[in-house]
């Protein structure tokens, strides 16, 4: 007898701390999901990437990346997924380094011979859990939307926006409302 295939989730640490607020959120969020789905959980810091350079046009010939070290560690922990977990503080608005310079990657990634990245992430689902000190949400949305518009772009499914408030490591604790939110957050029907 066949199963469905079960579902992975890959949850990326883009915080420059850890064990801070947008990752208590993720694993409060994550603590709700159904025990079939593997969850792996990866620190940004663990693996970093070099310097992205881009080379897409010093030739006429089409840029072909080889992809070693913490970017090939990334690439094929990205692949391995179904459902990629952004958990990303704010930072200025928008997303921390970490998380920035793991996308601008993807730009390599996408010419990389090989590894058929676009074809592979299609499909996927993206999910966001971030935390800001502020009380606006509004003031998170371009962090969102950087995020909501790579999977548009990626053909990505959109799995939805968890945002906490708190400044100090723990100070999510206090958000009633983003708690809620978190335990119906992967459960409930996506945006
Ligand atoms: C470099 C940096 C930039 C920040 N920029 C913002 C910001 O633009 N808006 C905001 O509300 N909070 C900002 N913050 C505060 C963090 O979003 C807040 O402390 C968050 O809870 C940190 O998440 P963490 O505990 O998961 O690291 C910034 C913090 C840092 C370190």
């Known amino acids: 007898m066949s199963s469905a295939p079960s579902r992975q989730f890959l949850f990326l640490l883009a915080s420059a701390r850890a064990d801070g607020n947008a990752e208590q959120l993720a694993r409060r969020a994550a603590a709700s999901l159904p025990a079939a789905v593997r969850q792996t959980w990866v620190r940004l810091a663990d693996h970093p990437l070099p310097a992205f350079v881009d080379r897409r046009h010093e030739t006429d010939e089409a840029w072909a990346p080889a992809v070693d070290g913490a970017a090939r560690f990334l690439l094929e922990s990205t692949l391995a997924s179904t459902d990629l977990v952004f958990v990303a503080p704010v930072y200025w608005y928008s997303l921390p380094t970490a998380a920035k310079l793991y996308l601008d990657h993807w730009s390599a990634w996408l010419r990389a011979p090989g590894w058929d990245f676009k074809a592979r992430m299609a ?6 859990i971030s935390s800001f000190s502020d009380t606006d949400p509004a003031l998170a949305t371009p962090l969102r939307d950087t995020l909501r518009l790579t999977a ?25 409302r983003a708690h809620a939110a978190a335990e119906t957050f992967f459960t409930r029907p996506t945006d």
């Not at 772009?153 to 206090?174: A, I």
């Open 123 to 128: 499909g996927k689902t993206m999910w966001a």
């Open 152 to 176: 548009d772009y990626m053909q990505m499914s959109w799995g939805g926006f968890l945002l906490g408030e708190g400044n100090r490591p723990g100070d999510v604790q206090k958000d009633a």
